[in-house]
């Protein structure tokens, strides 16, 4: 069977099963969360993550400049860490360099990691270079949280809210602006493309989320998709309501040039990096960020529903972004 047969969720859950068994017992969570997380001492764990974007695949050069794929490269092995509850501190950056790229785009690279990695606090410590046809560059990460804040996929609860940090579907709008290169308002256009290129990790905003929510994940491939990573690691359904989807007014205004329906952009596009938790309603009441609530979680038995504004439900189809065969 092609690895494209069975997906990548088929695909780590089969490698999951084949070399989960015998970790050692430092390891407090292993393959199938945002984060590897290693207990190093009484209060503290290490948190270890990884992504890697490959030329054509993840970016283009055409529409990336190398600042920005630095930047970006960075920027979601942070998300990763923030979605644990924990604070990035280390990483490595490997490359796959073709023999004939410039020595001035290798320093523009950089410079993109570093400015990202200056305004979180990350250190560069080390790496690899390799000969490729292809530009290729994998960041490994490490974090620490504390023990009690540690957050996972695994812990939603029936009841829970499901709430969202920021808007959802600007990325994938601004990817399809790219793509499409439609004449679009400048100021507009330029919000959508900034959230493409430039994601934001939300640190801070998880470090408030935390100590009150109860399981949480960062928006790399899809509400849709991600949602149903929480309700699959917790045994738990989930409704999301449609019409509380947190959509921006440029991403709708785009959509309706491009002719695409905003709320698919908001539920299948990906790689917003915004933070998709669950809370009970007694903390709930406590946060004091902005934040949207888009959902509950429901038993298991109920599946995945998205909800219209009549209360009106079909089942919540989880495709996202498909790694292994690069489509939605």
């Known amino acids: 069977m092609d690895v494209s047969v069975l997906g990548e969720f088929g695909l780590i859950d089969r490698i999951r099963r084949s070399v989960g068994k015998d970790i050692h017992r430092d390891v407090l969570v292993g393959i199938g969360d945002d984060c590897g997380v290693i207990e190093i001492g009484h209060d503290k764990l290490l948190l270890f993550t990884t992504d890697m ?9 055409k529409t990336y400049t190398p600042y920005q794929i630095g930047w970006k490269a960075l920027a979601v092995n942070i998300s990763d860490i923030a979605a644990m509850g924990g604070l990035p501190k280390h990483c490595l950056v490997a490359l796959g360099l073709p023999s004939n790229l410039s020595t001035n785009f290798v320093d523009e690279l950089y410079k993109g990691i570093s400015k990202i990695g200056a305004e979180f606090e990350v250190d560069i410590v080390g790496g ?14 490490l974090g620490e949280v504390k023990r009690e804040y540690l957050k996972r996929r695994s812990e939603a609860h029936v009841g829970d809210k499901v709430a969202v940090t920021g808007t959802i579907g ?9 793509q499409d290169n439609r004449e679009v308002i400048e100021e507009i256009k330029g919000h959508v493309i ?7 990790p939300r640190v801070r905003e998880a470090q408030v989320i935390r100590g009150l929510a109860n399981s949480m994940i960062d928006l790399s491939d899809g509400l849709a998709s991600d949602v149903m990573q929480i309700a699959k690691a917790s045994s738990v359904g989930v409704n999301i309501f ?5 959509i921006s007014p440029e991403t709708r205004m785009i959509a309706e040039v491009l002719s695409k329906d905003p709320r698919d952009l908001a539920l299948y596009g990906g790689e917003d990096y915004e933070l998709l938790f ?7 009441r406590r946060l004091d960020i902005p934040i949207t609530i888009i959902g509950e979680i429901t038993s298991r038995t109920q599946g995945l529903k998205l909800i219209d504004e009549l209360g009106n439900s079909e089942d919540l189809v989880p495709k996202g972004y498909e790694h292994l065969t690069g489509s939605n």
């Open 278 to 284: 669950t809370i009970d309603e007694e903390n709930l």
């Open 242 to 246: 449609i019409d509380k989807l947190p």
């Open 194 to 200: 900034q959230k493409h290129i430039f994601p934001y």
């Open 53 to 61: 974007l490959v030329e054509e695949v993840h970016f283009s050069q």
């Open 170 to 178: 600007d990325s994938a709008c601004g990817l399809a602006i790219l």
């Open 128 to 141: 690899d270079i390799v000969k490729s046809r292809f530009l290729v560059i994998n960041i490994s990460l």
